[in-house]
């Protein structure tokens, strides 16, 4: 009799990849809408066409521009005139520390931030001057010379005092750029920071009070909480992940959150943070995985091997 | 009182108190199996060890999962999946052995019906075998809750809710069912406990079921050849293994099973370590939400094709369909009136109702996950009365069936 075991075998194996393929691949392609990557290129932007000058740039960012009424500079010894909590408070949000602004946040998207927060950040819809909807962050408005130079200027400073790209970890990427509003309890951290041991419990209810605080003023500022992003790598592709830092607007439109403006290679970054989060075993999955496989093909042989000597006899 | 003598060896005192060697006789060495039975015959024994794999994965889990509704996401996703050495290998192992179980359940079934195995003296392998469907679903569901993210939530809400059974109103037997209003603590520990406990314990009760009801009619195979049992077993006795129509269970049928066990044991670790998403539904890594109903609430691939025969209709016709397809599958035995038991190659029209049954539910479970929208409705409506209209067309189209 002819063995019809092959057959049975490519019928099996046929119905079952294209169900797969009909209830994964297929059915994800429908029901999420496709984004494509602008490879944080932030090509809406204007480029900068100044060459900056660093010294002029200390100058105005210290002076004219304003900008440390509000922001910390702590690399440069420019502490927070408040705390978080209380910033939050007034501004809605913690105003970031610039010690890093210069290698976090692509240069075009950083000048464009100055002149005009609305706009780069892509609020506009939540921040109409026109109907007295002011954004929180004071737009530059020149400091009496070439407006564009003078912020060409400040993003020279800005990036002169920030780390180097290979200073920079996951884990600061993720805290300077997502941090003041998101929570990533499994990493321990808080929008006002790491959560630091506490030996009593008193203080660290004290600390639960000033997270909650400074929460209740990110509701009123967003909406709503943002999202604790501990398990986001899970609950979200890569790719996702990648096009939500670069719009939000693009994957959700009209959300609250911000374009974030955050450099290609920053945005990898926070998405390692992320995996590293949500996805801590990943490199103790591949190597017992292979470990695993390696076995199982051992068995899968011997098995064979075992069968073939016990039915020699029944032919 | 039985006479006992002093035991000559270990094995020989326990043949006095357990029969072992006549124990071992009757469930492997003279356990008999057709020989011309191919690799789907083997799909038990993978039931069986994917069975055990969960039993076992789900044991250590047991050990860290805390059933509270404020806890178990993070005991999962934090405690299990970060804190425990290789509490995510129990986990990826046990989401992967859940979903894959039900794609052998589905070959088992098929093999099945392609072959006819559930007539003649086979009906109670039939039914509890579906019974055994039945409560692997329950307990796959239930499971399903554990974790305590957004589509456990919200499936939790949905199916819960069809037992209000549409213009009935039965609001009170939801709330009964949930032990709350809406999906909450209670509704998380009295599916705890059914996942851990009492389910368990039915599937392992059938389990047993399942191969008693195995043991009079014996194992079908694939030619629907009558073999004489008894005779067969006295030639093999005597030496012509060859000669003989049927094998050993231990070792002769047992090696082949091992060896199908292997080549699936490849293909299941695969998935567990290298593609496990298919099992691990993104949506559910949000943790629970009573206030944001996800964009897409979906069920796992197996109930897909079940759900798209509730989804197209109207209320109440659609819970009608849906109550059809849960109890259709248990008489087939009688509503396939051929006195044939033969595979479904040699049973003419038959055969072309099978494969249609077989597309028909892979359509189903395509546009069960699809949104419901434009030509996917569509299909899904003609798929699922297509369904009912191949049950309904079963007994007539077997009825004049010739015997072969």
């Excluded at chain 2, 030639?235 to 050993?248: F, H, N, Q």
């Amino acid at each position: 009799m002819k063995n019809k075991e092959p057959l049975i075998l490519v019928v099996v194996v046929a119905f079952t990849l294209l169900t797969y393929w009909l209830v994964e691949p297929f059915a994800h392609s429908q029901m999420h809408k496709h984004v494509e990557s602008e490879h944080f290129a932030y090509a809406d932007l204007a480029k900068l066409t100044k060459d900056g000058d660093v010294a002029n740039g200390k100058v105005l960012v210290t002076g004219a521009a304003a900008c440390a009424g509000c922001h910390s500079i702590t690399k440069e010894g420019i502490a927070a005139n408040v705390d978080a909590v209380t910033a939050a408070a007034t501004y809605g949000v913690n105003p970031p520390d610039l010690s890093n602004a210069g290698v976090l946040f692509e240069a075009r998207f950083l000048a464009d931030l100055i002149k005009n927060p609305a706009h780069a950040l892509k609020v506009e819809h939540k921040f109409d001057a026109a109907k007295g909807q002011m954004h929180p962050m004071v737009a530059f408005y020149g400091a009496g010379g070439d407006i564009d130079q003078e912020i060409a200027d400040i993003v020279a400073y800005l990036q002169s005092i920030a780390v180097t790209k290979e200073e920079l970890t996951p884990k600061m990427a993720f805290e300077n750029a997502c941090g003041r509003c998101h929570s990533m309890s499994y990493e321990n951290w808080t929008q006002i920071g790491e959560k630091p041991k506490f030996k009593h419990k008193k203080d660290s209810l004290a600390f639960d009070i000033k997270v909650l605080e400074y929460q209740d003023s990110i509701v009123k500022y967003m909406g709503k909480l943002p999202p604790d992003l501990s398990m986001y790598y899970r609950s979200r592709s890569e790719h996702f992940l990648s096009t939500f830092i670069e719009n939000p607007q693009s994957q959700l439109e009209g959300t609250a959150m911000p374009r974030v403006g955050v450099t290609a290679e920053v945005a990898e970054k926070i998405i390692e943070h992320m995996a590293d989060a949500g996805d801590t075993k990943r490199a103790e999955r591949a190597s017992v995985g292979a470990n695993v496989m390696i076995y199982i093909i051992f068995f899968a042989i011997f098995a064979f091997l075992w069968k073939r000597s016990v039915w020699r006899d029944l032919h | 009182m039985a006479h006992f003598t002093k035991a000559t060896s270990v094995k020989d005192w326990l043949n006095q108190r357990l029969a072992v060697e006549k124990i071992e006789k009757v469930m492997a060495s003279e356990y008999w199996i057709p020989k011309n039975i191919n690799f789907l015959w083997a799909m038990g024994m993978i039931l069986a060890i994917t069975f055990a794999l969960l039993l076992v994965s789900g044991i250590f889990l047991l050990m860290y999962y805390n059933p509270d509704v404020n806890l178990a996401f993070d005991s999962v996703n934090y405690t299990i999946m970060r804190e425990v050495d290789f509490g995510w290998l129990w986990r990826h192992v046990h989401g992967v052995a859940a979903s894959v179980v039900f794609l052998v359940i589905y070959i088992h079934m098929f093999t099945g019906i392609y072959y006819g195995s559930y007539k003649k003296g086979r009906e109670m392998i039939w039914l509890s075998g579906m019974l055994l469907f039945v409560t692997f679903s329950a307990e796959a569901f239930s499971g399903y809750m554990l974790p305590w993210g957004q589509m456990s939530y919200w499936a939790g809400m949905v199916i819960t809710n069809i037992f209000s059974l549409g213009g009935l109103h039965m609001d009170g037997l939801v709330e009964w069912i949930r032990g709350d209003y809406v999906p909450a603590q209670a509704f998380l520990t009295r599916f705890f406990m059914l996942h851990v406990f009492l389910l368990p314990l039915a599937i392992m009760g059938l389990i047993g079921l399942h191969f008693a009801a195995l043991r009079i009619p014996h194992v079908n195979n694939q030619d629907g050849e009558e073999i004489d049992f008894d005779a067969e077993a006295k030639k093999y006795l005597d030496g012509d293994k060859a000669g003989s129509k049927v094998m050993r269970f231990a070792n002769d049928f047992m090696s082949k099973d091992m060896m199908v066990v292997g080549i699936y044991l490849i293909f299941f670790f695969y998935l567990v370590f290298y593609n496990y998403g298919f099992a691990m539904d993104p949506v559910n890594f949000d943790p629970a939400n009573g206030l944001k109903t996800p964009t897409h609430i979906y069920p796992e691939w197996y109930f897909l094709w079940s759900y798209e025969i509730l989804r197209p209709f109207s209320i109440n016709i659609g819970l009608m369909a849906f109550g059809f397809a849960q109890v259709i599958f248990m008489l087939l035995p009688w509503l396939d009136r051929s006195p044939n038991a033969v595979p479904a190659s040699r049973r003419g029209k038959f055969k072309i109702w099978f494969w249609l049954l077989l597309v028909d539910m892979i359509v189903l479970t395509a546009m069960g996950k699809l949104p419901p929208q434009g030509i996917f409705s569509t299909i899904g409506l003609v798929a699922a009365l297509g369904f009912i209209a191949l049950w309904i067309a079963l007994p007539f189209i077997t009825m004049n069936e010739k015997k072969v």
